[in-house]
């Protein structure tokens, strides 16, 4: 009886406990439920983020000339990797990225050369990497831009530019091609092989639609149809006005006019819109408005040329008769620096767009005309 008795008290005394616990068990899992809520609620609201400023202000960004002057040339940022242009993030990207990490960015080797479209994206030809970045300043999208057919692959690309038909043109100086593609980075096809043998420079005259190559290997300018014909060549290998000593880059200002950096003559020269030689600008030497390498052309809203040379590592700006006006740039690694630069564009809005080669970036510039404070 006494045995029985201890069993049963035994067994009376685990029952309230369970039962307790029994009683609150729903309120301890509604607990657990509300911090998973919280959790959640708080990866979501952290994995949709809205878009970051891609060129985020600096604190004294360098600004040309200085003062007591009034500013023309204002530093505004680079890009260096896909990573620059901060874009919103869904709850499942966002939260992958707190579970697995970020994905490796994918950043320029070699910038070379640049060019913009209509809709706010800008191309960048690498040609170490060989390949084109492609940014979308609106979207935020990145892409690459490769040949996807097996004969035909980049093995040099140092030229780009963006035509009326709303195709990108690549000039690769060791393919002694023009790869074409379409505005959504789609391979076309090529053009001027025949006739090409190491392109570099690209510009695209709107009024004329035709693309102006300058090619270093032939010491000539030639001139393309929108289908690929060949129409003109300009110049042959010497050092009198017209003539060519590895010309590299080319640009067309708003009159018409051709600019062509005659690289290992040192000088600029200018030719009109029936592509005749007018006149010159520079020689060589270290003073101001002189070059020693000049590479990269480009005309603002105003038609001030633009000469990169990337010996001084500097950018040099002419008035249209060839006065310089300013310069600025100086060798470095920090905003307004270059190392080795080569490759210039001024979009629409007067945006600057230089490629800083072996800085791996490209340096975004705002040139602001007098009519504005």
């Given at each position: 009886?006494?045995k ?19 009683h ?19 990866l ?9 400023i891609?060129?985020?202000p600096?604190d ?9 002057e ?20 869904s ?34 030809c ?16 990145y ?65 004329t ?31 009198q ?7 590299t880059?080319?640009?067309?200002g ?15 020269q200018?030719?009109?819109q029936?592509?005749k ?23 603002d809203?105003?038609?001030?040329l633009y000469v ?9 700006i002419?008035?249209?008769q060839?006065?310089?006006l ?23 809005d ?7 080669s ?16």
């Amino acid at each position: 009886m006494s045995k029985t008795h201890r069993i049963t008290c035994q067994v009376t005394t685990v029952n309230p406990a369970v039962t307790a616990y029994s009683h609150y068990l729903p309120m301890a899992l509604g607990h657990v439920l509300v911090v998973c809520m919280l959790l959640m609620t708080t990866l979501m609201i952290s994995g949709c983020s809205s878009k970051g400023i891609i060129f985020e202000p600096i604190d004294s960004p360098p600004r040309w000339p200085g003062p007591p002057e009034t500013a023309r040339i204002h530093y505004i940022g680079q890009l260096r990797t896909d990573k620059d242009l901060k874009p919103s993030r869904s709850f499942v990207q966002g939260l992958s990225e707190k579970i697995f990490g970020q994905d490796p960015s994918r950043s320029m080797l070699t910038p070379y050369a640049v060019c913009t479209d209509s809709h706010n994206r800008i191309f960048i030809c690498d040609s170490n990497a060989q390949t084109v970045h492609a940014y979308d300043l609106d979207t935020r999208k990145y892409e690459q831009f490769k040949p996807d057919a097996p004969e035909a692959q980049f093995a040099q690309p140092v030229g780009i530019t963006y035509d009326s038909l709303d195709r990108i043109l690549v000039s690769d100086s060791a393919a002694g091609t023009i790869f074409i593609f379409d505005s959504n980075g789609k391979y076309l096809g090529t053009m001027g092989e025949s006739e090409l043998s190491k392109p570099t420079g690209l510009a695209f005259d709107p009024a004329t639609n035709q693309l102006l190559v300058a090619d270093v290997g032939t010491h000539q300018i030639l001139a393309f149809s929108l289908d690929g014909q060949l129409l003109q060549r300009v110049g042959r290998r010497g050092t009198q006005l017209g003539e060519f000593n590895f010309p590299t880059n080319v640009a067309i200002g708003h009159d018409g006019a051709m600019y062509v950096s005659d690289t290992l003559n040192f000088r600029v020269q200018v030719f009109d819109q029936n592509l005749k030689p007018l006149r010159q600008i520079g020689q060589k030497g270290d003073l101001p408005g002189y070059f020693s390498h000049p590479k990269g052309l480009a005309l603002d809203s105003d038609d001030h040329l633009y000469v990169l040379d990337s010996h001084f590592e500097s950018v040099q700006i002419f008035d249209p008769q060839g006065k310089l006006l300013l310069s600025f740039g100086e060798e470095g690694t920090g905003p307004g620096q270059f190392w080795l630069p080569t490759g210039i564009y001024i979009d629409a809005d007067d945006r600057i767009w230089i490629a800083d080669s072996y800085n791996q970036r490209v340096q975004v510039f705002q040139y602001r005309p007098e009519t504005q404070p």
